[in-house]
C-alpha cells in the first residue's frame, strides 16, 4: 500500500497467493502419491511451499523491525487473524472428536458392537500419555513465564524460559513417537485406529509447527528484533501454544481415559 495512505498499512506481498498454490499443489500430489506412487511431485511441492513461507515469514519480520510498518492497528489485525486462525484449529479438532463420540457412543455391528472394538488393546492412561500431559501442561507454564519475564525486561530469563520450552515440545514429540512405534494396533485398524492416529498425529503436527514458532519467536528475542514492548511473535507463538495444551487435555480425556 502507498506511503500516503492515511493508516501506514504493509505493502502488498506476493506470498500469500504463492503460498495458497503451493499448498494446492502439495494436496494434489499427497492424493496422487496414494494412487501412483510418485514422491517426486510432492517433495517439489513441499519445499516450494517451505520457502514461500520462510520468505513471507523473513518480509514479515523485516516489516516490523526494520522498516517499522507494524503500527497499532496493523498488530491489531494481526492478532485478529491469529483469533480467526485459531477458532478454524478448534473447528477442526472438533470435527475429529464429533467422529469419535460417533462411533464410540453407538459401536456398529461391524466393530462388535463394542467399544474399544475387539482385538484392540488401547494405551494405558497413566503411563505415556500421563507424562505427556505433565509435558505440555509445564510447558504452557514455561511459555507463559516467558512472556511476563519479557514484559519485566528481564532478558536471561525470558530466553531460558523459552529454551525449556521448546525443549519440553520436543521431548514430547519424542514420547508420541515412541508410544507410535510401540502401539499393538495401527490407523488401519476399525474407526479406532484411523480416529486414534489422526486426532493424535494431528495434534503431534500441531506441537512440531507451535515449537518451531517458539524457535523463531526467540530468535527475534535473541537478535534484539523484539522487546519489551514490540514482541507480537512471542504473543501469539504464547497463544498458539496454550491451544496446543487445552485441545491435547481433552483429547487425554477423550480418546485416552475414556477408552479405559
Same mark, same amino acid.
Given at each position: 500500500?502507498?506511503?500516503?495512505?492515511?493508516?501506514?498499512?504493509?505493502?502488498?506481498?506476493?506470498?500469500?497467493?504463492?503460498?495458497?498454490?503451493?499448498?494446492?499443489?502439495?494436496?494434489?500430489?499427497?492424493?496422487? %502419491?496414494?494412487? *501412483? #506412487?510418485?514422491?517426486?511431485?510432492?517433495?517439489?511441492? @513441499?519445499?516450494?511451499? $517451505? =520457502?514461500? !513461507? +520462510?520468505?513471507?515469514?523473513?518480509?514479515?519480520?523485516?516489516?516490523?523491525?526494520?522498516?517499522?510498518?507494524?503500527?497499532?492497528?496493523?498488530?491489531?489485525?494481526?492478532?485478529?487473524?491469529?483469533?480467526?486462525?485459531?477458532?478454524?484449529?478448534?473447528?477442526?479438532?472438533?470435527?475429529?472428536?464429533?467422529?469419535?463420540?460417533?462411533?464410540?457412543?453407538?459401536?456398529?455391528?461391524?466393530?462388535?458392537?463394542?467399544?474399544?472394538?475387539?482385538?484392540?488393546?488401547?494405551?494405558?492412561?497413566?503411563?505415556?500419555?500421563?507424562?505427556?500431559?505433565?509435558?505440555?501442561?509445564?510447558?504452557?507454564?514455561?511459555?507463559?513465564?516467558?512472556?511476563?519475564? %519479557?514484559?519485566? *525486561? #528481564?532478558?536471561?530469563?525470558?530466553?531460558?524460559?523459552? @529454551?525449556?520450552?521448546? $525443549? =519440553?515440545? !520436543? +521431548?514430547?514429540?519424542?514420547?508420541?513417537?515412541?508410544?507410535?512405534?510401540?502401539?499393538?494396533?495401527?490407523?488401519?485398524?476399525?474407526?479406532?485406529?484411523?480416529?486414534?492416529?489422526?486426532?493424535?498425529?494431528?495434534?503431534?503436527?500441531?506441537?512440531?509447527?507451535?515449537?518451531?514458532?517458539?524457535?523463531?519467536?526467540?530468535?527475534?528475542?535473541?537478535?534484539?528484533?523484539?522487546?519489551?514492548?514490540?514482541?507480537?511473535?512471542?504473543?501469539?507463538?504464547?497463544?498458539?501454544?496454550?491451544?496446543?495444551?487445552?485441545?491435547?487435555?481433552?483429547?487425554?480425556?477423550?480418546?485416552?481415559?475414556?477408552?479405559?
Amino acid at each position: 500500500m502507498k506511503k500516503n495512505h492515511p493508516f501506514h498499512l504493509v505493502t502488498n506481498s506476493p506470498w500469500p497467493i504463492l503460498s495458497s498454490f503451493a499448498l494446492m499443489n502439495l494436496l494434489i500430489s499427497t492424493v496422487n %502419491l496414494m494412487n *501412483k #506412487k510418485d514422491i517426486l511431485l510432492m517433495n517439489l511441492s @513441499l519445499m516450494i511451499l $517451505m =520457502l514461500n !513461507l +520462510y520468505q513471507w515469514w523473513r518480509d514479515v519480520k523485516r516489516e516490523s523491525s526494520i522498516k517499522g510498518d507494524h503500527t497499532i492497528i496493523v498488530k491489531k489485525m494481526i492478532k485478529m487473524g491469529m483469533i480467526l486462525f485459531i477458532l478454524s484449529e478448534v473447528m477442526f479438532f472438533i470435527s475429529f472428536f464429533w467422529g469419535f463420540f460417533h462411533a464410540s457412543l453407538a459401536p456398529s455391528m461391524e466393530i462388535g458392537l463394542k467399544w474399544p472394538p475387539k482385538g484392540i488393546n488401547p494405551f494405558n492412561p497413566l503411563e505415556i500419555p500421563l507424562l505427556n500431559t505433565i509435558v505440555l501442561v509445564s510447558s504452557g507454564a514455561s511459555i507463559t513465564w516467558a512472556h511476563q519475564a %519479557l514484559i519485566s *525486561k #528481564k532478558l536471561k530469563q525470558t530466553i531460558e524460559s523459552m @529454551l525449556i520450552t521448546i $525443549m =519440553l515440545g !520436543l +521431548y514430547f514429540s519424542f514420547l508420541q513417537w515412541w508410544e507410535y512405534k510401540n502401539s499393538s494396533f495401527t490407523i488401519s485398524d476399525s474407526i479406532f485406529g484411523s480416529s486414534f492416529f489422526l486426532t493424535t498425529g494431528f495434534h503431534g503436527i500441531h506441537v512440531i509447527i507451535g515449537t518451531m514458532f517458539i524457535i523463531t519467536a526467540l530468535q527475534s528475542i535473541y537478535t534484539l528484533k523484539s522487546n519489551s514492548v514490540n514482541h507480537l511473535s512471542l504473543e501469539l507463538s504464547a497463544w498458539y501454544w496454550h491451544f496446543v495444551d487445552v485441545v491435547w487435555l481433552f483429547l487425554y480425556l477423550v480418546i485416552y481415559w475414556w477408552n479405559k
